[in-house]
């Protein structure tokens, strides 16, 4: 329903009356006079969050409605594919919101060349170098163990050459791998991740790898077992990147195309012990990967966590969930937003033209604030959603994250503002069903988040401001 809209265009017409407005039309000059009174003697205050719309004047037929009914709810749609991305994400952050997220990712190694070494060949060392771009997810200012590396150990439970993978477990097993770290330090010459803070500086990592695999490797090239690509994905289907099971820092993205991220196998030849030989088992020419993404909502700070949606394409109302929804890439969340009663507006008309319809959706304060260490809300796409919670088609690609102050608490607050006139014009004219939006992030593999405010939130009211008019 239209909740108080009849109300509010009486209202309007109330104070046309009260300011003499009926006759204003004939006399131009008192016209502007008047205006300029009724800005200062009959306007309300107003924030920089949705200003810039114009008022309603019943007696030209323009109507101004800022009371129709909006429902949210958060909805999943966990089918997000990283295994066409450029990118791997590791780590593992305690999101207020959201509860612990920890991400994983698996990579199969490529040849370079075919890989015969002479068989007096002797091993020096195995290294692994990651590449990384300053993408950060959690604290930087915390220890963490900068990548722990696993061998994988079922070739048949690998990475799917055909299928596309996804960042749900749920719908992609992960692959199988060793607990058993290959990480070595060769220090305290005992197998163990390096800690360190990972700080957004950082552009990459070189780290030392279990030498019994080093040697391994050696002999099984030696064995002309590693002179082909399916020879090398046999012996060695593969590597996990994950945090440790303390880490609670921060997540770090990685490179899966760089010429240079991937494992380098150093040996020499007894004849030449100066001469450093080597070969290198690419990232980039294995050409497979994927990373995953999951949260523990037992650890959210919000009991409103525990009412997330389960079940892919389910929608939560924003009443179960603290009056609030949410947006997240990498976990498949998304707010969808419904708007029950926008045909009843034809009451005012049969032959209605929208000027004007502005979205504005607040974010919660407190939802920033308690994050410090993330980073800032990412821009929305708008697409148009189906009665299944499926996209249909894009409305808007990028919509930012804008700040103003609110005119409910008086305070800078974040917020996003788009007009949906397109869209309600289309409704209006039968020309779409009115099945609603979808609120996605356009960083949509990443973990970036943002929490809205609902149509009942008291501090961050999700408002639409709908202005048009109706041809008699």
């Not at 991305?85 to 919101?97: E, I, K, W």
Request: charged content about 10%.
């Amino acid at each position: 329903m239209i909740s108080g809209s009849l109300t509010q265009v009486q209202r309007s017409s109330s104070i046309a009356g009260s300011c003499q407005l009926r006759r204003w039309y004939q006399w131009p000059w008192v016209l502007l006079l008047a205006l300029g009174l009724l800005a200062t003697g009959c306007s309300q205050d107003v924030s920089n969050i949705g200003v810039g719309l114009p008022t309603a004047n019943t007696n030209t037929g323009a109507y101004l409605v800022d009371t129709l009914t909006i429902r949210s709810s958060t909805v999943l749609r966990d089918s997000v594919v990283t295994s066409n991305t450029n990118s791997l994400l590791v780590g593992r952050y305690t999101d207020p919101q959201l509860g612990t997220i920890t991400a994983k990712s698996f990579v199969r190694l490529g040849l370079t060349s075919s890989f015969i070494p002479d068989p007096t060949a002797v091993y020096d060392s195995l290294t692994l170098v990651l590449t990384l771009d300053n993408y950060r997810y959690g604290d930087t200012t915390k220890t963490q163990s900068l990548v722990e590396v696993h061998r994988f150990t079922d070739p048949n439970n690998a990475i799917s050459a055909t299928k596309v993978s996804f960042a749900s477990p749920r719908l992609t097993p992960p692959p199988s791998y060793s607990p058993t770290l290959l990480n070595y330090d060769t220090i305290q010459r005992k197998n163990v991740a390096p800690i360190a803070r990972a700080r957004p500086t950082l552009t990459s990592l070189r780290l030392h790898l279990d030498n019994n695999l080093g040697r391994q490797l050696l002999a099984a090239g030696q064995r002309g077992q590693l002179s082909t690509q399916d020879a090398l994905d046999s012996y060695l289907p593969g590597i996990a990147l994950t945090p440790a099971p303390t880490d609670d820092a921060t997540i770090i993205r990685l490179s899966a195309t760089s010429s240079g991220a991937g494992i380098t196998l150093y040996y020499h030849l007894p004849t030449d012990p100066t001469t450093v030989l080597s070969t290198f088992f690419s990232f980039a020419a294995g050409n497979r990967h994927f990373y995953q993404v999951t949260a523990d909502r037992s650890t959210a700070g919000a009991t409103s966590s525990t009412n997330f949606p389960q079940m892919s394409l389910q929608a939560v109302p924003a009443a179960l969930t603290g009056q609030q929804t949410f947006v997240e890439g990498a976990l498949g969340l998304q707010t969808r937003l419904d708007f029950p009663y926008l045909t009843d507006i034809q009451q005012y008309g049969a032959h209605i033209t929208v000027t004007s319809a502005q979205l504005i959706a607040p974010v919660p304060a407190f939802s920033v604030l308690q994050s410090p260490f993330v980073p800032a809300p990412p821009p929305l796409i708008v697409t148009v959603a189906d009665g299944s919670n499926r996209v249909q088609a894009t409305y808007l690609a990028n919509v930012p994250y804008m700040s103003g102050i609110s005119s409910l608490t008086g305070l800078q607050q974040g917020y996003y503002q788009w007009s949906i006139a397109t869209y309600v014009q289309q409704v209006l004219n039968r020309n779409v069903p009115n099945n609603g939006l979808l609120l996605g992030s356009v960083t949509s593999a990443l973990p970036d988040r943002v929490v809205l405010g609902s149509a009942q939130n008291k501090d961050s009211k999700l408002q639409l401001q709908l202005y048009f008019i109706t041809v008699k």
